[in-house]
């Protein structure tokens, strides 16, 4: 433990001498700026010296020691050697001068120092000063790391070594511990060694209380430094720290306490708790035949991933969520099997089940309640990560220092609190926790109410997706049936809760009226209808619990007055009835003035097909005369706010709550989507759809939604955060999301072109103009960023191959035919078709051009804004056709703008690259690439494999394409295939 000791002994020495040598630098700068007084100046100087020489003579370490100090400890021996030499170096440039009380020698010895000490030197030693400040702190951490794995008995020998652990060892410097009492203090070895090294200081106790700050906070920033870049494995080389028992569950609980919020189970306990009888069939299995759901019972216990309870709102999601997670003893009655348990077990009604699932592995169950209507917390992703962090590492709190290496070591060494994470940070954390934590555990969780999410739904998605990656985690989750679960999770097994509820509401009802005496005087009076009112309002309630309590109360009421058996029925009667009839009398009941532009809204949403922002809503709600009009710019949030009230008044005194404007607490703009999905099962019913297309013939959606992606594309900054960003990680990352987005607006703004009605053509070629316009304002000047935008742009929302990138040309136009807005392509191209090129470079070299630079320049970095010089014909133009060829797929390309480029003079044979290879020869190499394996097969097969190639390549050979029999069979893998495709095209016939 010497060693130990004298490691820590030696960091004091090299602090003493980093603060002599920053006073020495101080005092040198001083005597060049003192004139007449620097004598006196250097006296002192030479004073300083003389009195730290004993001090700094520490710092030669003996013989006897050295290479052990250097084999465990190298950073600090190296250091102290380093503060040595310099000490010496001062010491004799001094002694060389020198300095004397002799008056009459002052002026040479002034002239003399400044010459050896020049401002040069000075600024060289204080850097050099500076640099094993940095050492010292690398040093000390690296040596606090040795200490702190060491076990706990030799911990305690260094510092008794080190003469700390008394009564006075920490009144030199007062930690900032998380422990106050003085009998704990030494326990966080960071600051008990800082204090003994600034007790060595040869200064002021103002002083040495400055250095340990100073020195405290220079080590933390080495550990923020040296251990955010050590892997979180949990595999690195890096050995433990070992800390008593106590001092360990004191951290831990410091740690978790650090994801506690104040409302963390707030949602949980406002959930009503499930009526009794009720839900005990979700552990049961369905009857047999049933299709209506999958058997709960059986995904707890099986290897299945996860399970999706859906349902409508109102239907007891969360209430069944709830019961789920509970202990039994929170739903205990005289008919369940369920075995009572304490409230500790506070999962224990799915634990039993789930145990099958986990086998000898140890079993964590955490649980969260999305809340919309509660805190920020509750419905953000914050919440969330925290919540189940803290519930996790309860759990299993021995993975902490793995899953946050730096803030364990900080807390270990220093006891410093955790410091706030942002929501990046978390995101990653979570991450990290559901990772290690089921290395040897089985976790499962438990998501209630994903619609109430305050945050991007498909990044909540794509986290819940890599947790199910984790081999040994499954997770229940629960939502409304919008879109984006059903097409997340509707291949999972799961259930729709309000077709399995009738008998549970049946048995609410019986149990509500059952407590009142006026329902009691009511069966003695009518018995029979009694007895069918609870039959009535079942099936009317149509599972939506919310809807039968808001009923039975309104009944009860009248109970009370004991009305007549008529004037029950009509109460019950002036309720909302079956949904399908609700529907169909609130559209019947809609003002005609209103109805046609409510018939509008249903044929924008269909269209649309998903949930779009109220935004883009507004914007396509623009009467058709003012598209051209209204001026293609980025709007002010204030008035984006407005546009947004606006809309939200419009479609509530339109559509009367079919439709509805759903804004998350934390944001100022929501989304438009049906009330439930039953609202668009309805407008699709061949009726009702009749009804709306008949009020809105010359309605053309597509022309607004044309206009709508425009405006979001040249409003897509609109989205960045307020905060300052100085993170070049998030900063790169906003870049990439902002990017996606205007890639998604200009391509769902072509798709939307590529379908306008005739009569709206002339309105769509100039809002496509303006669009590519408006791809100047919002990507800069540089032509080469702009092209390699428009070659980014999918015309889907997910990556096509990305082998053939190199195959679409770069200009605006080629994005058009891409995406077949062939009446726009029409308007625009020229004979020949064919666009000037970017680059000198062949075909296959453009690929060189990567989004990064289009990242920089949106960033504000300077770019080249020129057109490359060519030599070549075929390097100054890009031939259209190439674009109209793109696509992964031989049923995606879009024979009709094949067939424009073709009339139009596009050459199938137009050379793309100096080796010869054209338009045609690239169309003949995909051929051949279709036909690969083709060996051996039948004449029938080929045929097979090339019939859907046929009328494109049929069209292609009709304008002049060229083809040898020699070049064919040659390039072929198989030469029958390759005569095959030479008869095909040169006889033209299948």
Same mark, same amino acid.
């Given at each position: 433990m010497a060693e130990? #000791?004298?490691?820590?002994? $030696? #960091?004091?020495?090299?602090? %003493?001498?980093?603060?002599? *040598?920053?006073?020495? &630098?101080?005092?040198?700068?001083?005597?060049?700026?003192?004139?007449?007084?620097? !004598? &006196?100046?250097?006296?002192?100087?030479?004073?300083?010296?003389e009195s730290q020489q004993a001090a700094l003579e520490r710092l030669q370490i003996p013989e006897s020691e050295r290479s052990q100090l250097l084999l465990q400890y190298p950073e600090v021996t190296k250091v102290a050697n380093a503060c040595t030499r310099h000490f010496a170096e001062i010491k004799n440039s001094l002694d060389r001068i020198g300095i004397t009380d002799d008056k009459t020698a002052r002026g040479v010895v002034v002239n003399a120092f400044k010459a050896t000490w020049n401002r040069d030197k000075i600024e060289s030693l204080r850097s050099e000063v500076a640099s094993l400040n940095q050492n010292l702190n690398t040093a000390l951490l690296n040596s606090l790391r040795d200490y702190a794995a060491k076990s706990?008995?030799?911990?305690? *020998? $260094?510092?008794?070594?080190?003469? $700390?652990?008394?009564?006075?060892?920490?009144? *030199?410097?007062?930690?900032?511990? =998380?422990?106050?009492?003085?009998?704990?203090a030494w326990y966080a070895p960071g600051d008990a060694v800082i204090a003994f090294i600034v007790r060595s200081l040869d200064a002021e106790p103002e002083e040495r209380q400055k250095s340990a700050v100073e020195l405290r906070r220079g080590v933390l920033q080495r550990i923020h430094l040296t251990t955010a870049s050590v892997s979180y494995d949990g595999d690195g080389d890096r050995p433990p720290i070992t800390l008593s028992r106590n001092r360990e569950m004191r951290l831990r609980a410091v740690f978790l306490a650090s994801f506690a919020y104040k409302v963390m189970d707030d949602r949980h306990s406002r959930i009503i708790e499930a009526h009794q009888e009720t839900f005990r069939w979700i552990f049961e299995h369905p009857s047999a035949g049933s299709e209506k759901w999958s058997n709960f019972k059986d995904w707890l216990k099986s290897d299945s991933k996860l399970y999706w309870i859906t349902g409508k709102a109102g239907s007891g999601k969360s209430t069944l969520m709830k019961f789920i997670c509970s202990p039994v003893s929170e739903y205990h009655s005289r008919n369940t099997t369920d075995t009572p348990v304490s409230r500790g077990a506070r999962f224990e009604r799915c634990r039993n089940d789930l145990m099958e699932w986990a086998g000898s592995r140890p079993l964590i169950i955490a649980s969260f309640y999305f809340w919309a209507s509660g805190n920020e917390l509750e419905a953000s992703p914050k919440g969330l990560y925290m919540s189940l962090i803290f519930q996790i590492l309860q759990h299993c709190p021995e993975i902490i220092p793995r899953v946050a290496p730096v803030t364990w070591e900080a807390m270990s060494l220093f006891n410093e609190k955790p410091s706030r994470l942002t929501e990046a940070e978390l995101e990653a954390m979570i991450r990290l926790v559901v990772t290690e934590a089921q290395k040897d555990r089985s976790l499962c969780l438990f998501i209630d109410g994903l619609d109430e999410f305050s945050g991007d739904l498909e990044k909540l998605i794509a986290l819940i997706e890599v947790f199910l990656q984790c081999p040994n985690v499954k997770v229940c989750v629960s939502s409304r049936p919008w879109v984006v679960f059903e097409e997340a999770f509707q291949h999972r097994p799961s259930l729709k809760l309000e077709d399995l509820?009738?008998?549970?509401?049946?048995?609410?009802?019986?149990?509500?009226?059952?407590?009142?005496? &006026?329902?009691?005087?009511? @069966?003695?009076?009518?018995?029979?209808?009694?007895?069918?009112?609870?039959?009535?309002?079942?099936?009317?309630?149509?599972?939506?619990f919310l809807w039968v309590s808001l009923v039975v109360k309104s009944l009860l009421s009248g109970m009370e007055n004991d009305d007549r058996v008529s004037d029950m029925q009509r109460r019950l009667d002036l309720l909302p009835p079956e949904l399908e009839n609700l529907y169909n009398a609130i559209l019947n009941s809609l003002d005609p003035f209103y109805f046609q532009h409510a018939a509008q809204y249903?044929?924008?949403?269909?269209?649309?097909?998903?949930? !779009? @922002?109220?935004?883009?809503?507004?914007?396509?709600?623009?009467? $058709?005369?003012?598209?051209?009009?209204?001026?293609?710019?980025?709007?002010?949030?204030?008035?984006?706010?407005?546009?947004?009230?606006?809309?939200?008044?419009?479609?509530?005194?339109?559509?009367?709550?079919?439709?509805?404007?759903?804004? !998350? !607490?934390?944001?100022?703009? &929501?989304?438009? %989507?049906? /009330?439930?999905?039953?609202?668009?099962?309805?407008? /699709?019913?061949?009726?009702?759809?009749?009804?709306?297309?008949? *009020?809105? @013939?010359?309605?053309?959606? %597509?022309?607004?939604?044309?206009?709508?992606?425009?405006?979001?594309?040249?409003?897509?900054?609109?989205?960045?955060?307020?905060?300052s960003l100085q993170d070049d990680k998030y900063l790169e990352e906003l870049k990439e999301h902002r990017l996606q987005a205007m890639r998604v607006f200009v391509s769902r703004c072509l798709k939307a072109a590529s379908e306008v009605k005739p009569e709206n053509v002339q309105i769509m070629i100039n809002l496509l103009d303006s669009l590519c316009e408006a791809s100047t304002r919002v990507l800069g000047i540089?032509?080469?960023?702009?092209?390699?935008?428009?070659?980014?742009?999918?015309?889907?929302?997910?990556?096509?191959?990305?082998?053939?990138?190199? #195959?679409k040309g770069s200009s605006f136009l080629s994005l058009t035919v891409r995406l077949g807005v062939r009446e726009y392509v029409k308007n625009k191209m020229h004979f020949g078709c064919l666009e000037p090129r970017l680059s000198e470079e062949p075909i296959d070299s453009f690929g060189r051009f990567k989004i990064s630079r289009i990242k920089k320049l949106l960033s504000g970095s300077k770019s080249r804004?020129? =057109?490359y010089p060519s030599t070549d014909e075929h390097h100054l133009h890009w031939p259209l056709l190439m674009d109209a060829l793109y696509r992964d797929s031989v049923s995606e390309i879009r024979l009709d703008m094949v067939r424009l480029c073709l009339e139009n003079g596009a050459d199938p044979n137009f050379q793309l690259r100096n080796d010869g290879s054209t338009v045609w020869s690239r169309w003949v190499d995909r051929l051949l690439i279709a036909g690969y394996g083709s060996e051996n097969q039948t004449r029938e097969k080929n045929l097979e494999i090339l019939r859907p190639y046929w009328p494109i390549t049929k069209l292609l050979s009709d304008h002049g394409a060229t083809l040898t029999l020699r070049s064919i069979t040659k390039s072929s893998a198989d030469p029958s295939y390759g005569k095959l495709l030479y008869e095909i095209v040169t006889r033209r016939e299948v």
């Open positions: 130990g #000791a004298a490691a820590f002994a $030696i #960091a004091g020495n090299v602090l %003493q001498f980093v603060e002599f *040598a920053t006073k020495f &630098g101080n005092k040198c700068r001083e005597i060049h700026r003192a004139g007449g007084s620097a !004598p &006196g100046d250097l006296q002192s100087l030479r004073y300083l010296v706990e008995g030799q911990q305690i *020998a $260094i510092l008794e070594r080190l003469d $700390i652990i008394q009564e006075d060892s920490t009144g *030199a410097f007062k930690s900032t511990s =998380l422990n106050e009492d003085e009998d704990t509820t009738y008998n549970d509401i049946r048995k609410f009802i019986a149990k509500r009226f059952s407590e009142e005496e &006026g329902f009691r005087r009511l @069966s003695i009076r009518e018995p029979e209808y009694a007895e069918q009112l609870e039959d009535n309002i079942a099936t009317k309630a149509v599972g939506v249903f044929r924008l949403l269909e269209a649309w097909k998903i949930s !779009p @922002s109220v935004v883009l809503f507004g914007f396509a709600d623009e009467e $058709i005369e003012n598209l051209t009009k209204l001026p293609i710019r980025e709007y002010p949030k204030a008035e984006l706010r407005e546009r947004t009230e606006t809309m939200r008044r419009r479609i509530n005194s339109r559509c009367l709550g079919l439709l509805e404007v759903a804004v !998350p !607490p934390s944001s100022s703009y &929501g989304s438009v %989507q049906y /009330l439930h999905k039953t609202v668009r099962d309805f407008t /699709l019913r061949p009726k009702v759809n009749t009804k709306i297309r008949d *009020a809105t @013939s010359g309605f053309d959606c %597509q022309i607004r939604m044309c206009f709508a992606y425009l405006l979001g594309f040249q409003n897509s900054r609109i989205e960045e955060s307020n905060e540089d032509e080469v960023v702009r092209a390699n935008f428009f070659r980014s742009v999918k015309d889907t929302d997910f990556p096509l191959n990305e082998k053939r990138e190199n #195959a804004n020129t =057109l």
